[in-house]
């Protein structure tokens, strides 16, 4: 089975959703942490702790927001057949998802502002067993997949 992978804009589009939600995440952390939490704590052992947890979870988000996307992009690959879609991504557990034609309930397509600016759209994949996407496909791409499943999800035959 050949695999497809979805488009390289979304490194950079990923890079930068990431980082606004690092830029908000960090104001909030550091006024909360630093504003109003510190100022209370005397304890030289509660302080170190709380500076130590905070180089690890902000060591953490800048390798989510940075290097994440890379390693997401090489590992993200999907397949659609006559029978089934192949979903496989992961990046330190790779998962491959199967989920037959016959199993889609609803299908849409969506974008985010940042998508909307690099021309890329989701498929969202809607079974009884959850929701499922395929991220970051050219919005082309996305028409063509979601033309030939809504096809198949309105009159429950295979893919021609």
Do not use: C
């Amino acid at each position: 089975m050949s695999y497809k992978k979805i488009d390289k804009k979304a490194v950079k589009a990923w890079i930068i959703a990431r980082t606004i939600f690092l830029v908000i995440f960090a104001a909030i952390y550091f006024v909360g942490i630093y504003g109003f939490l510190m100022p209370i704590i005397n304890n030289t052992m509660e302080r170190l702790i709380i500076n130590i947890l905070t180089v690890i979870i902000n060591g953490y988000l800048l390798l989510y927001a940075f290097l994440f996307p890379l390693i997401e992009y090489k590992e993200w690959k999907y397949s659609i057949s006559d029978d089934k879609i192949e979903l496989v991504h992961g990046i330190f557990v790779r998962k491959k998802i199967i989920i037959p034609i016959s199993r889609l309930q609803f299908l849409d397509v969506n974008q985010g502002p940042i998508h909307r600016r690099y021309g890329l759209s989701t498929i969202r994949l809607n079974t009884a067993g959850g929701l499922h996407e395929i991220p970051a496909l050219t919005n082309d791409e996305a028409e063509e997949i979601s033309k030939n499943l809504a096809s198949v999800v309105e009159a429950g035959e295979s893919i021609e």
